[in-house]
Nanobody, 117 residues
Framework: QVQLVESGGGLVQAGGSLRLSCAAS????????MGWYRQSPGKQRELVAG???????NYAASVKGRFTISRDNAKNTVYLQMNSLKPEDTAVYYC???????????WGQGTQVTVSS
């Protein structure tokens, strides 16, 4: 059973920064891709940023230039550096991992990010 454990959420003022971490219980080399999603009340869960095993990244248009996804293979951890935060970034952020080209999908428990104006 794969576990993904997020940390780093919290309350921050608009314009501030946070760094989210997602620690996996197995080598992240085993995942085809990992990513961060978010969900706010009344909205669907949306992809924020993703990173493949080869290091390619993609971002939602709303966060491009402000957020950076990265990975530390030695620590089996994926990060999301969030800068210039806006109130509309407020959501529960979830870590996601995909293995065997989508045959297996894993989710973390989520971490709350609240940005005050």
């Amino acid at each position: 059973q794969v576990q993904l454990v997020e940390s780093g959420g919290g309350l921050v003022q608009a314009g501030g920064s946070l760094r989210l971490s997602c620690a996996a219980s197995r080598s992240i080399f085993s995942f085809n891709s990992m990513g961060w999603y978010r969900q706010s009340p009344g909205k669907q869960r949306e992809l924020v940023a993703g990173i493949t095993s080869g290091g390619s990244t993609n971002y939602a248009a709303s966060v491009k230039g402000r957020f950076t996804i990265s990975r530390d293979n030695a620590k089996n951890t994926v990060y999301l550096q969030m800068n210039s935060l806006k109130p509309e970034d407020t959501a529960v952020y979830y870590c996601n991992a995909i293995r065997s080209w989508g045959e297996y999908t894993y989710w973390g428990q989520g971490t709350q990010v609240t940005v005050s104006s």
